[in-house]
Nanobody, 124 residues
Framework: QVQLVESGGGLVQAGGSLRLSCEAS????????LAWFRQAPGKAREFVAC????????YYADSVKGRFTISRDNAKNTVYLQMNSLKPEDTAVYYC?????????????????WGQGTQVTVSS
């Protein structure tokens, strides 16, 4: 029933920006923590950012802190990831995830629902 659909990925030059969207449906998402993860070829899935819907509060991986911003639009049940100052090492498939708890978490095993992913490619 719960569905997460990512969009907004694409090809961008280093230093550029993209905004990813994650539209959620089928749940009471103001009770959930939502997160962005990413996975590069041959690499493990990596935490990027998460957001709590009630406060909200946020948390970022050190690798993206100061460059990426996670936000939400409650009316649209949508979470965004604004990515600025992109680097080639940001290239990955980006996944939206939802957790059946309002508490923030950084491990993929702590999330219950996942989107299909959207590809972000940053060229040098």
């Amino acid at each position: 029933q719960v569905q997460l659909v990512e969009s907004g990925g694409g090809l961008v030059q280093a230093g550029g920006s993209l905004r990813l969207s994650c539209e959620a449906s089928g749940g009471t998402f103001n009770r959930y923590a939502l997160a962005w993860f990413r996975q590069a070829p041959g690499k493990a899935r990596e935490f990027v950012a998460c957001i709590n819907w009630t406060s909200p509060s946020t948390y970022y991986a050190d690798s993206v802190k100061g460059r990426f911003t996670i936000s939400r639009d409650n009316a649209k049940n949508t979470v965004y990831l604004q990515m600025n100052s992109l680097k080639p090492e940001d290239t990955a498939v980006y996944y939206c995830a939802a957790r059946l708890s309002p508490l923030l978490a950084t491990l993929d095993t702590q999330y219950n629902y996942w989107g299909q992913g959207t590809q972000v490619t940053v060229s040098s």
